[in-house]
């Protein structure tokens, strides 16, 4: 985070836009949605300051109910976009929220080289583990036995795990956060954006209309029992035994994050200057 931050203390509502969420009632995004306006104030940061890129779904919807600057652009390219932006406009804070169909099934590849470019982006991923824009389709964190009326008896193929992947491609902060609790989901973004380099969160978010069950998750997220490490072989031991409920900074690394200037392809301006007619 380097953005220059308010004079005058912003409230989480004046990062609220006038637009009127279309969420059905109960969708666990309206919780991340206030936790992000709420992070934000923390922060201090002004919403000219801040941009907010997305793809496609029903969690991608989040830049259009914010004041702060958005690009709500197309299924599975969020992360390039905001790549792009944050690389050519480093005075940005530069969130990408996204879905778990967005972002780790046409979005998975950009996923791991994010990780592993390491370029200062907090990357929120509401994961309710199915399609929710497109009424009901099992996802890659979906369950292999989830069985729906799209995939009777499940699809029997083993879920994705994104935590255990961004790790291993590279990411610099991960955490796992929960809908059902708004304060602390605020609290972990906060922390995201203002650790150095890509920061990944994966906030649980019910889908109530497609996976009514997961309003069950109340009662099965839990605080993770261990404080966050920064060694990434014991990171990998805890998320390969996580049971997927285990909320909380998992890992935050110490990698220097991209930087443009830094880079024998030149800076952004000089790329520009060589280009212009
Ligand atoms: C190229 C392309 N392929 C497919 C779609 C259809 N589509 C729109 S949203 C979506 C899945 C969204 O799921 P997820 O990211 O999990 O978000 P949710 O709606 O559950 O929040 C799909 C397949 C599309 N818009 N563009
Ligand atoms: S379909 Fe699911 S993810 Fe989409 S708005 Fe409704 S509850 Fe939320």
Redesign the pocket.
Known sequence: MNAPVATVALQAKDFKSDYKP???P????YSVLTAINKALATLALRPENVAIVSGI???SRIPAYTTCYGFHGVHGRALPAATGLKVARPELTVLVAS?DGDGYSIGGNHFLHACRRNVDLTYIVMD?H?Y??T?GQPSPTTEPDWSSKLAPGGTGVREFHPLVIALASGANFIARAFSGDPNGCAALIAEAVRHPGFSFIEVL???????PEQRAWKEAAHPAPVAPTDDPGRAARRLMTDDGFNIGVLYKGSRPPYSAGASKAGRVEDLEKAFRL
């Open positions: 279309v969420w059905c109960g969708c666990g995004d779904g029903c969690s879905g309710n199915v929710g824009m009424k978010s019910p889908c109530v209309t497609f996976r």
